[in-house]
Nanobody, 119 residues
Framework: QVQLVESGGGLVQAGGSLRLSCAASGRTFSSYAMGWFRQAPGKEREFVAGVSWSGGMSYYADSVKGRFTISRDNAKNTLYLQMNSLKPEDTAVYYC????????????WGQGTQVTVSS
């Protein structure tokens, strides 16, 4: 069972930056593609970005393309999301998870980390 712990969220002004981290337990982290997801109040959880098991391939939602960068360090069992040029509409709880085909998440969710962008 892989356990995921997200961190790095906070309150930031529009145009600012944050770097999220997702620490994974277990020795199978490097076997899986990983993704970041977010859920804003009153909305369904949505895909933000995904990265292949090796880190060699990544994919982004149109809403964050060019502003967010996903990366991973398999030696540290850690997934990252660098978020630049943040907008108020990026405000949400951010989660990481393993992903399968079509970047669909599977497995248990962590507690998430809150990102709030003020205008």
């Amino acid at each position: 069972q892989v356990q995921l712990v997200e961190s790095g969220g906070g309150l930031v002004q529009a145009g600012g930056s944050l770097r999220l981290s997702c620490a994974a337990s277990g020795r199978t982290f490097s076997s899986y593609a990983m993704g970041w997801f977010r859920q804003a109040p009153g909305k369904e959880r949505e895909f933000v970005a995904g990265v292949s098991w090796s880190g060699g391939m990544s994919y982004y939602a149109d809403s964050v393309k060019g502003r967010f960068t996903i990366s991973r360090d398999n030696a540290k069992n850690t997934l990252y999301l660098q978020m630049n040029s943040l907008k108020p509409e990026d405000t949400a709880v951010y989660y990481c998870n393993r992903v399968g085909s079509s970047w669909s998440p599977f497995g248990s969710w962590g507690q998430g980390t809150q990102v709030t962008v003020s205008s």
